[in-house]
């Protein structure tokens, strides 16, 4: 198992930025990839940003290149995504996940979500 404790998030208004942190602990040595998602009301959740845990290759939504970065701490087992020129449309809860392989055997986990609110 793998637990995920995200962090972060709040109110902002447009234009400003915030800094979502994700702390995995448990079976972390399997783990092959972190990402973030959202999920804003009424809609479903869509893919935000990953990043590979072992060559750091980052993958981004195009909603959101630019201006959010991705990155990882291999040694605190934490992820972070970096938000600045905030909008409106990312409001929205946001989800830490987390991929790890065993064998042929393929496991997602999910954090709490944590709010982020971007007023105009």
């Known amino acids: 198992q793998v637990q995920l404790v995200e962090s972060g998030g709040g109110l902002v208004q447009a234009g400003g930025s915030l800094r979502l942190s994700c702390a995995a602990s448990?079976?972390?040595?399997?783990?092959?990839?972190m990402g973030w998602f959202r999920q804003a009301p009424g809609k479903e959740r869509e893919f935000v940003a990953a990043?590979?845990?072992?060559?750091?290759?980052?993958f981004y939504a195009d909603s959101v290149k630019g201006r959010f970065t991705i990155s990882r701490d291999n040694a605190k087992n934490t992820v972070y995504l970096q938000m600045n020129s905030l909008k409106p449309e990312d409001t929205a809860v946001y989800y830490c996940?987390?991929?790890?392989?065993?064998?042929?055997?393929?496991?997602?986990?999910w954090g709490q979500g944590t709010q982020v609110t971007v007023s105009s």
């Open positions: 990043i590979s845990w072992s060559n750091g290759n980052t």
């Open positions: 448990g079976r972390t040595f399997s783990i092959y990839a």
């Open positions: 996940n987390a991929d790890r392989v065993v064998g042929a055997a393929r496991y997602s986990y």
